[in-house]
């Protein structure tokens, strides 16, 4: 075959300025979470499932290269530019539309998405979860789901780097 079609999880990637439009298509109860998801693992795909399991479709938005950067999680991070983390986090079941964000915070997506459901990870207590006060607010429901498996990103890539540098 000269010409292979696209796999049916790129149709999930949606660009923010389609949002409004791709969102009347999803049921509710409607699900959002965000992140950087940079080097998935377990732990990331075990939240995403949890999550999308409290709604009938989930919204997932990836901070964009530079708001990665910005974060402070190190001069070479995101190690997979939003491109492929976009792609590979369309590809999960759990996972209903993928879009992202540049600023800061999700705060404006969230006002625009208007989520019947908000989570975050267990390291964000419920208070402090950003677009939590508005979703409440609009009588929707806030969740921090705690964390089952002691997995990041982070610690992996300490762990490579400590491999490289010949240390255990």
């Given at each position: 075959?000269?010409?292979?079609?696209?796999?049916?999880?790129?149709?999930?990637?949606?660009?923010?300025?389609?949002?409004?439009?791709?969102?009347?298509?999803?049921?509710?109860?409607?699900?959002?979470?965000?992140?950087?998801?940079?080097?998935?693992?377990?732990?990331?795909?075990?939240?995403?499932?949890?999550?999308?399991?409290?709604?009938?479709?989930?919204?997932?938005?990836?901070?964009?290269?530079?708001?990665?950067?910005?974060?402070?999680?190190?001069?070479?991070?995101?190690?997979?530019?939003?491109?492929?983390?976009?792609?590979?986090?369309?590809?999960?079941?759990?996972?209903?539309?993928?879009?992202?964000?540049?600023?800061?915070?999700?705060?404006?997506?969230?006002?625009?998405?208007?989520?019947?459901?908000?989570?975050?990870?267990g390291d964000?207590?419920?208070?402090?979860?950003?677009?939590?006060?508005?979703?409440?607010?609009?009588?929707?429901?806030?969740?921090?789901?705690?964390?089952?498996h002691q997995?990041?990103?982070?610690?992996?890539?300490?762990?490579?780097?400590?491999?490289?540098?010949?240390?255990?």
């Amino acid at each position: 075959m000269d010409s292979w079609p696209l796999p049916d999880f790129e149709r999930k990637i949606c660009p923010p300025e389609q949002l409004t439009e791709r969102l009347a298509a999803l049921p509710h109860p409607l699900v959002f979470t965000n992140g950087c998801f940079d080097i998935l693992h377990r732990g990331h795909v075990t939240y995403l499932a949890q999550a999308r399991a409290t709604g009938a479709a989930m919204v997932l938005a990836l901070n964009t290269d530079a708001s990665v950067r910005r974060q402070g999680k190190g001069s070479d991070r995101p190690i997979n530019p939003l491109e492929n983390r976009t792609a590979v986090a369309a590809a999960l079941a759990s996972v209903d539309l993928v879009t992202w964000f540049d600023d800061d915070t999700p705060a404006a997506l969230i006002e625009l998405v208007k989520p019947d459901i908000l989570i975050k990870g267990g390291d964000w207590a419920v208070e402090n979860i950003i677009g939590a006060a508005e979703t409440l607010a609009r009588g929707g429901k806030v969740y921090s789901i705690p964390f089952l498996h002691q997995t990041s990103t982070t610690k992996t890539l300490a762990k490579i780097r400590a491999a490289e540098a010949g240390t255990p």
